[in-house]
């Protein structure tokens, strides 16, 4: 495949889809606001709740997958846009997160702390956020350029976060397995891509 | 056609706090009633002043009903593909009448009649709800359960050709799904087995053509669409005991002060509830049926047996 090279485009490009479900959401908020149940349904705490929990994962396997696409695919602008899909992901944590604050603790930070020693899901979830707060607090080039080394491991924190947030799904989950089954795959592929550049590069060091 | 209070429930109307809603609404329906059966009479038992009927097309478009997929739409979405008529029951266990029955045949002559309930799902959401059923213990009796009979256990249809859920490979469930009753829950005139909602047939995502009603326990216990009851002197094992036994118990009576893992159940939404206003009220216990049915426990802890 041939090289792209960076251009603002394509950043653009990317920016859109991440934000798609972003806009669907607004759209189905604005339904739901002109004729309650029409747009999230009776039960909106749990549809918005749910919505914005399945767009949390798939946006965060969205950006641990960018590396490896870059490399399995050789196309190093790729680099330029891991930022920008870690923040997405951590955007569509947040608001997952605002939900959960506003309708279903709404806004008692006793139930909240209830919850998060009583619910083995929402700690790791909220293990899970705090990791991504991390990262995202100290994705600026000023943080990096501070951080140095320690930049890169604190990073590798994503290695936690991906697990974390599987397991809170995994826990809160009753039946109906699928689309669990393709996160863990998609996020097993992503690894094994990882271990083999590992090995390789082992190997080419020897 | 005769409108009364129930004599089953005096209790719903010494209750200061009780209101009867509007039924003159339900009235016009009542002439889609299945056939053998006719409505009667009409009881709100315990309903609050402001318990207020949720909406038809929340009732039948939101519902859980795992055999035809996970998601709340999935039931009204995929039930109609499953076949109601015929539809066999099979009685076994400790009674004197076992064997297969057909549907019709048991209900024969029996009086379908209008239950307003609170319905509380263990997700933490709850409905307002105008049943029509039959008493579940002039039901049961008619079979002639032994000494021996202490549970009675029910099972839904098992049919993965009509009901997607079940032949999904990314499920877990053991079916059929599996559900009972303590002989003296059953009794109790609460317990009914519902044959429609809002004055017409039970749609199939409701558990057509007829499902168990026990409205002071959690939603899962009133198993839908059954082919099956057995008596029996051993506590029946129910599914999400099965799946998961540290979460779900035999009884799964509503209790605010019993936590589950997943969900706190101190406060439930009650439906439709909106983006800018939850309708979040605290879950009473019972579902606020403790009149009727806390002495059934006398001696228990419901702690213990939740
Ligand atoms: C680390 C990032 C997180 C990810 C990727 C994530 C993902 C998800 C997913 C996929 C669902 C299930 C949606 C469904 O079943 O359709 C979900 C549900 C949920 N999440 Fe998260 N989540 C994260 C963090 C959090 C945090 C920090 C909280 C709150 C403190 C939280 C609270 C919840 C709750 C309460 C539910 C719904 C439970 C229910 O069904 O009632 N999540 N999340």
Redo the contacts between chains.
Sequence with gaps: MAKIRPNNTLKLALAVLASSPLAWLVYL?AL??AE??SG???????G?LHYLGEWSMIMLLVAFSVTSVRRIFKQPFLATSRRMMGLFAFAYVVLHLLAYIL?YV?LSWQ?LL??FV????ITAGIAGFLGLLAMAITSTKGWRRRLGQNWLRLHKVIYLVVPLALLHLIW?R?????DI?LYLLWFAILLGERGYRVKRFRKAAT | MLIGKSPKIPTSEINSETTYLNRRKFMGQSAALIAGASLMSTAQAGLRADDEI?PED?VTQ?NNF?EF?????DPFENAHTMTTDPWTVNVSGEAKKTGDFAFEDIIKGMTAEERIYRFRCV?A?SMVVPWMGISLKKILEQFEPTGNAKYVEFKTLVRPEEMP?QS??????DWPYTEGLRMDEAYNPLSIMVTGVFGKELPNQNGAPWRLMVPWKYGFKSVKSIVSIRFTDQEPINTWQQ??ASEYGFYANVNPSV?H??W?QASE?R?????FN?N?RPTLPFNGYAEEVAHLYKGMDLRKSF
Aim: glycine residues 8%.
């Design positions: 908020i739901e606001i309650p149940t999230l349904g009776p039960d909106p705490a749990e918005l309708l709404e139930l209830k919850d009583e619910r083995t899901y809160l009753k039946d109906g397995f699928g089954a | 949720t929340i939101f795992y997929g996970t998601d709340k739409s997700e959401w859920g999904s490979f990314f499920s877990s469930i799946l998961q936590s893992p997943r706190s939404r439906l439709p509830s909106t983006l939850t979040r």
